[in-house]
């Protein structure tokens, strides 16, 4: 089963099938960077080729927790909103209900939500934040909802983005290599913005024989 790491590398296709797709542009002069922007319906597509993913890391909920699918994306000012799909198994909750210590086991737990979460990136580490939390509301003293919402509300994911592979050309007697750098990934008006910093390299062929 997946973990929540491969969203990185769903990024990264995206972008280098924007890139090769010409639907990049330049984003400043000034800075030489190139910014790739994908629409919300293509990142969903992406999003859902590698799913379904583990949630882990949770010091209140024990077992395996999953999300299975996501629907209805939708890209604000960064902020991303959706409907995930849940399933759990062998699900224990050891926290509060109600304001009163709880032990709760299910052996199995399925689950459709709406949830939002906010996103920053730190350059520096190559790392994208994603906050989520349930939007709706739930019944109160639901203890099948105190777990979901301990799960995915006030937590912080780290997705480590992977640094983009060069890519190199032959032209005449020289090779080319363009190094790209992510500086920056936001959401705003139903668009994934990634932001690149690329470095060009010309070396001289060898031609001898």
């Not at 939002?116 to 709706?136: C, F, G, H, N, Q």
């Not at 109160?140 to 592979?165: D, T």
């Not at 007697?173 to 920056?184: F, G, Y």
């Amino acid at each position: 089963m997946k973990s929540i790491e491969r969203y990185g590398k769903t990024l990264v296709a995206a972008a280098i099938c924007m890139l090769l797709s010409a639907h990049s542009y330049a984003a400043s002069d000034k800075d030489r960077e190139v910014a790739v922007v994908i629409p919300a319906g293509v990142l969903q597509e992406f999003i859902n080729e590698v799913l379904p993913v583990e949630l882990t890391g949770h010091d209140k909920v024990s077992g395996a927790l999953w999300i299975r699918s996501i629907e209805d994306l939708k890209l604000g000012l960064d902020k991303v909103c959706f409907t995930a799909t849940l399933h759990g198994e062998d699900i224990a909750y050891n926290g509060k209900i109600g304001g009163l210590p709880a032990k709760l086991r299910f052996d199995a737990l399925d689950s459709t939500l709406d949830c939002e979460a906010s996103i920053r990136y730190d350059a520096d580490k190559r790392l994208l934040y994603l906050s989520p939390k349930v939007a709706e509301q739930g019944e109160k003293g639901n203890a099948l909802w105190m777990v979901l919402v301990s799960v995915l509300s006030g937590q912080e994911y780290p997705v480590e983005i992977r640094k983009l592979k060069p890519i190199a050309a032959k032209i005449s007697d020289k090779t080319l290599e363009i190094d790209m750098e992510i500086s920056n990934i936001s959401t705003e008006n139903e668009r994934l913005f990634i932001v690149m910093r690329p470095t060009v390299k010309a070396k001289q062929m060898d031609t001898a024989k």
